[in-house]
């Protein structure tokens, strides 16, 4: 009778760190994590870090016939942390034709979603809501109404979470920016109704795309488009930008700064905007003036003065390729700007991803014509994303096969002469299901862990699919130590492993008093070392390291923490 229990509680045990496992990261980029895949389709991912490693993933779902906006928290490991089918946002009226929309994390890890609907109307107009780490609905269960005129068209919200805590909210208003700044608990900050930024009313100018980041004592740094003539048609194109105080005051040129008046660009053309790690920023943009469509790089830093030539410089030199979508990133211990493009040739039939590495003050420092790091082929590509971290580049995008829309999600990682650090010196691929593949979405946690949220037909229509890609380019359970940035511990202490047992990877969390210099290693049954978790010097703090037991047999195994003359062991239990 002993041994069935005993059985029976193995059996228990097994299978519950199993199903569990499940929902972690995946080590097999043929499989990824399955965030949602229900009926209808999952698309228009959005995500947002959280302190602890994680991550919130938003999108919208139609499931229920309609479009619905739901979001899923998962932890560091990728374990789920609201109901297996995601959270339910909002279920108001949606228009058959789905804009834009945004998502940010604040200070207290809690998720603000900003986007649109026509619950009042026909018209669609921008609602934001903000969910706490636990669910919890703390604008209320229909969010806030930015508008003060449900009847006018209001497009393309995004959210910029301020240096001081709060919240501002620019979006397209007809065919004028509107703003609205929130603080914690959903009061408006700057009235009842939204702040206005309005083209020049002589020439019937029209202002979209809004899009901003935060800036020093509260303020945002805005940047969209101005144009006249028709939203498919265009003249008159520029980019403009503005800084705005904390209390909503214009801090730069009156009415606005033009940061290109050159040219020209299709209507549906949306430029971006990056920190510049100065409080600065780093804008860019795609336009034609007499030839082939280039791509264009500025920067301005946090005072207003630009940095690069007037109107920018060029990503490239022109020749007979296209360049469109550019994406671009601030390394600010080396003052360097780096670009990243689609590159197509005259008869676009061929596509590539080429990059340009600029100095501080926008003088190209790799090759006129750009660098090649996916040559032309017959792939497109889309959601193309950089991101600068210590003297390395992390590239990511979604590659599409052929003229279908199957593809697959791909990166690099580079240094600074532009060499490929991963997989042996070559692109990687995240996920190698050739299924049809919509927008993706990434971010980057503290420990430079990348995690990507994308829309993937492999069962219906569109499921929406998250896949981590650790800082060495692996898949799977995470490396690295992280530092918890809990209060100072008054002690030395090694915490037990969890889960335990496990399958193939644990969490060890252990507390270091002072400054020591501290080894963490894991020895097998036979008391031989297999692996070093930790070998450095760390400050004060809670800390927790993965490890990942993939390459090792089922079984006992002790994990050694040794700081200064503080000595501790544990066991633990590999299960496979």
Do not use: H
């Not at 209320?140 to 449900?150: H, K």
């Not at 509107?178 to 109704?193: F, P, Y």
């Not at 083209?199 to 809004?210: D, R, V």
């Amino acid at each position: 009778m002993k041994n069935i229990i005993y059985l029976f509680c193995i059996f228990v045990i097994v299978f519950s760190f199993n199903t569990k496992s499940d929902a972690q990261w995946s080590s097999n980029p043929a499989v990824n994590l399955t965030v949602c895949d229900t009926t209808g389709e999952q698309v228009l991912p959005k995500i947002g870090i959280t302190s602890d490693g994680g991550c919130y993933i938003g999108w919208f779902d139609s499931r229920s016939g309609s479009y619905a906006v739901y979001l899923q928290k998962l932890n560091a490991q990728g374990v789920k942390q609201f109901p297996a089918g995601g959270l339910l946002i909002s279920n108001n009226s949606q228009s058959t034709s789905l804009v834009d929309w945004d998502l940010a994390i604040d200070d207290s890890n809690c998720c603000v979603l900003a986007f649109t609907d026509t619950r009042a109307g026909s018209s669609i107009n921008p609602y934001v809501y903000r969910i706490s780490p636990t669910g919890q609905f703390l604008w209320g269960a229909n969010g806030i109404a930015l508008t003060d005129s449900a009847a006018v068209y209001q497009a393309n919200p995004k959210v910029i979470v301020t240096s001081d805590g709060n919240f501002v909210i620019p979006w397209q208003y007809n065919n004028k920016i509107g703003m609205v700044k929130l603080n914690k608990t959903g009061t408006k900050l700057w009235g009842s109704t939204p702040l206005m930024v309005i083209g020049n009313t002589s020439t019937n100018e029209k202002f979209n795309f809004p899009t901003g980041i935060k800036s020093d004592n509260g303020s945002i740094i805005l940047y969209w488009m101005g144009y006249t003539g028709t939203f498919i048609s265009p003249s008159n194109y520029r980019t403009y930008t503005q800084k705005f105080s904390s209390a909503g005051a214009i801090q730069w040129g009156n009415p606005q700064d033009t940061i290109w008046s050159l040219g020209s660009a299709q209507g549906t053309y949306q430029p971006s905007v990056y920190p510049d790690g100065s409080n600065g920023a780093i804008y860019v943009w795609q336009s034609y003036i007499a030839g082939p469509t280039n791509c264009y790089v500025q920067r301005k830093n946090s005072a207003g003065q630009i940095q690069f030539p007037v109107n920018g410089a060029t990503v490239a030199d022109v020749n007979s390729d296209l360049r469109f979508q550019p994406a671009a990133c601030y390394m600010p211990s080396t003052q360097e700007t780096y670009v990243f493009w689609q590159e197509k040739n005259s008869l676009q039939s061929m596509i590539g991803v080429y990059g340009q590495k600029f100095t501080s003050d926008g003088t190209k420092l790799w090759p006129s014509t750009g660098f090649i790091f996916k040559p032309l082929d017959g792939n497109s590509f889309a959601s193309l994303y950089a991101y600068s971290t210590d003297t390395s580049v992390l590239v990511y995008y979604v590659e599409l096969i052929g003229s279908g829309s199957t593809g697959l999600v791909k990166g690099f990682k580079i240094n600074r002469s532009g060499t490929f650090l991963w997989g042996g010196g070559s692109i990687i691929t995240p996920c190698t299901n050739t299924a049809s593949k919509g927008r993706m979405s990434m971010g980057i946690n503290q420990n430079n862990m990348s995690i990507l949220a994308f829309s993937d037909g492999r069962i219906d229509a569109g499921g929406m699919y998250a896949q981590n890609v650790n800082y060495n380019g692996t898949f799977g359970p995470p490396t690295g130590i992280s530092n918890l940035g809990n209060s100072a511990p008054d002690k030395f202490e090694l915490y037990q492993n969890y889960p335990n047992p496990f399958n193939p990877a644990t969490i060890i969390r252990f507390q270091i008093k002072d400054l020591r210099f501290v080894t963490l290693k894991v020895y097998n049954i036979l008391g031989k070392e297999i692996a070093t978790l930790v070998n450095e010097n760390l400050k004060s703090g809670n800390y927790e390291v993965n490890f990942n037991a993939d390459k090792y047999s089922s079984g006992v195994y002790f994990y050694k923490l040794t700081a200064g003359d503080f000595v501790e062991v544990k066991r633990m239990l590999l299960v496979k």
